[in-house]
Antibody
Framework: VQLVESGGGLVQPGGSLRLSCAASGFTFSDYYMSWIRQTPGKGLEWVANIKPDGSQQFYVDSVKGRFTLSRDNTKNSLYLQMNNVRADDMGVYYC??????????????WGQGTLVSVSS | EIVLTQSPATLSLSPGERATLSCRAS??????LAWYQQKPGQAPRLVIYDASNRATGIPPRFSGSGSGTEFTLTISSLEPEDFAVYYC????????FGQGTKLEIK
């Protein structure tokens, strides 16, 4: 099972960035997927997740209306479109599969992360 | 929102010693609690789920216990590779994490 993120980088406040996650080693279309970020200010913070069929997404309040999560099950890929980026969005973004436990919703495994830096 | 409070913030021990890390929830989470290990420069890794179940590949020196609001991660005899930051995590519709306990070599 492997998750590989890409797309991070330097973005200006108010700018946009698109993160991607390539999944392999498991049946991607069977699983909820999440993005989790790690920031100096808030530590680990769940950002958003998406149902296996892509029909519904859930977001933390601080990114609602600015971030959009999507997936392409034909390409085993997950995407996070980040618009109107703010300074407090800066951090490492992890792509994570939801699996394990009786509710099948623990975070396992995690990708290696991609760094988002926000600066003018 | 359920708040998870971990203690201590830093734990200094030597290899071979027993480590006991605590996580307190602001309200009952039954047994819906997990622990993650994060080493420098790496992503977190699931260690314990559903309060007391070891994740795949986790050695038996790791154990989790507790229910309701009080949880413990115990490492029975520390190996050099166990020194890391450990986070507890509760999963509802809005997942939350504790602030972490840094387990460092004394």
């Amino acid at each position: 099972v492997q998750l590989v993120e890409s797309g991070g980088g330097l973005v200006q406040p108010g700018g946009s960035l698109r993160l991607s996650c390539a999944a392999s080693g498991f049946t991607f279309s069977d699983y909820y997927m999440s993005w989790i970020r790690q920031t100096p200010g808030k530590g680990l913070e769940w950002v958003a997740n998406i149902k296996p069929d892509g029909s519904q997404q859930f977001y933390v309040d601080s990114v609602k209306g600015r971030f959009t999560l999507s997936r392409d099950n034909t390409k085993n890929s997950l995407y996070l479109q980040m618009n109107n980026v703010r300074a407090d969005d800066m951090g490492v973004y992890y792509c994570v599969r939801e699996a394990g436990g009786r509710n099948e919703n623990w975070f396992d495994p995690w990708g290696q992360g991609t760094l988002v830096s926000v600066s003018s | 929102e359920i708040v998870l409070t971990q203690s201590p913030a830093t734990l200094s021990l030597s290899p071979g010693e027993r480590a006991t890390l605590s996580c307190r929830a602001s309200q009952s989470v039954t047994d819906l609690l997990a622990w993650y290990q994060q080493k420098p420069g790496q992503a977190p890794r699931l260690v314990i789920y559903d309060a007391s179940n070891r994740a795949t590949g986790i050695p038996p020196r790791f154990s989790g216990s507790g229910s309701g609001t009080e949880f413990t991660l115990t490492i029975s005899s520390l190996e050099p590779e166990d020194f890391a930051v450990y986070y507890c995590h509760h999963r509802t519709l809005w997942p939350t994490f504790g602030q972490g306990t840094k387990l460092e070599i004394k």
